[in-house]
């Protein structure tokens, strides 16, 4: 997740995201974990949780 934040800003924004994104990237991980566990579903749940995790960061990401 912080790959994401990584390639669009400086280290302080990256720093900044992080913190105040903490609940709500332990949610996406808490959900892409029970998407796993469903056979066959677990299949997208990479794919769910990366684009989980883009719409985060573009959603509340400063404009640079």
Known sequence: MGRLAARHGDRETRR???R???ADRALIGAAVTG???V???NL???VLGAAMTAHL???G???T
Do not use: M
């Open 16 to 18: 900044a995201w992080l």
């Open 20 to 22: 105040a994104t903490k």
């Open 35 to 37: 998407i796993f566990l």
């Open 39 to 41: 056979p066959f579903v």
């Open 44 to 46: 997208l749940a990479p």
């Open 57 to 59: 960061y573009h959603r």
């Open 61 to 63: 990401a400063p404009s």
